[in-house]
């Protein structure tokens, strides 16, 4: 029998050692062009700004939305907006590159058509996907790089590949991250619901402290100098105003 030619599908990975590392502000900024999207849009998708750092870790710093429509079998990005936002924000930080994309939700079938997009703007771009609706009561936050499947040269297909990604937050920022990840916004408070959110909460807080104080005089549980102090300074902190002064000031922040 005659020796037959054989073809063999492969997969062309990408570098093995390819990580990425998000700032909170990308995070923020996401979820916050989530928030504001137009109704008709099930998902924001955008561009990612960085660098590569000299370990090769791709550096996400920050970020910003991209118009686009999308259907089962298309997906049409408005690429005049992308490039403007691009020159408007490399003439304040000219170091910053595109290193990526984002998209709330997950990995979907018109992904691949955006990727093969920003794979013409930078080599091996990283696709963010974030859990904007927290479904879970975590915060998914996964970052993919695409692997190719060719036939001989020819390639046929792509497939998103997860890498390790790092989210270093200072305290305040775990936070403000962490009372988003409970939370499924709807819309953004106005002031009045903002402020009357913030004075339940300061309400609750002045219960607790009413309670401990009574229970240490009442000799239910020891003091500690520690709170005491704690306690005294908050109060010493507080301007000095009258109640007429007191209204007056809300009143106008709120007209603000």
């Known amino acids: 029998m005659g020796s037959s030619e054989q073809t063999v599908l492969q997969f062309v990975p990408s570098p093995t050692s390819v990580s990425a590392r998000v700032h909170p502000l990308v995070i923020y900024n996401i979820c916050d062009c989530y928030v504001r999207r137009p109704d008709q849009a099930e998902r924001v998708i955008g561009t990612l700004l960085g660098s ?3 370990d090769g870790t791709i550096d996400i710093r920050n970020s910003y939305a991209v118009p686009h429509n999308e259907s089962s079998d298309q997906v049409a990005l408005d690429i005049d907006y ?4 691009l020159s408007s924000h490399q003439k304040v930080n000219p170091k910053e590159v595109i290193v990526g994309w984002f998209s709330t939700g997950g990995v979907t079938g018109g992904s691949a058509l955006i990727h093969e997009f920003y794979s013409r703007e930078v080599t091996n771009p990283v696709h963010l996907t974030v859990d ?3 479904r879970t009561g975590n915060a998914a936050i996964k970052a993919f790089v695409s692997i190719s499947l ?14 390790p990604l790092d989210l270093r937050m200072v305290e305040a920022e775990q936070i ?10 709807d819309k953004l408070p106005n002031d009045l619901e903002g402020m009357e959110a913030s ?3 300061l309400l609750a807080l002045i219960d607790d402290v009413y309670k401990y104080a009574d229970d240490v005089v009442e000799g239910r549980i020891a003091a500690d100098s520690k709170i005491g102090r704690f ?3 908050a109060i010493a902190s507080l301007p000095k105003l009258s ?11 709120l007209q603000v």
């Open 199 to 201: 004075m339940e909460r």
């Open 150 to 163: 060719s036939l001989g040269e020819q390639q046929l297909a792509a497939q998103f590949q997860e890498i």
């Open 176 to 185: 403000g991250f962490d009372v988003l990840k409970p939370t499924n916004v």
């Open 243 to 253: 109640p007429h002064a007191f209204d007056k000031l809300v009143n106008d922040s």
């Open 132 to 134: 904007t609706e927290f």
């Open 82 to 85: 992308h490039h403007n936002m």
């Open 231 to 233: 306690i005294s300074d």
């Open 52 to 54: 590569v750092l000299p």
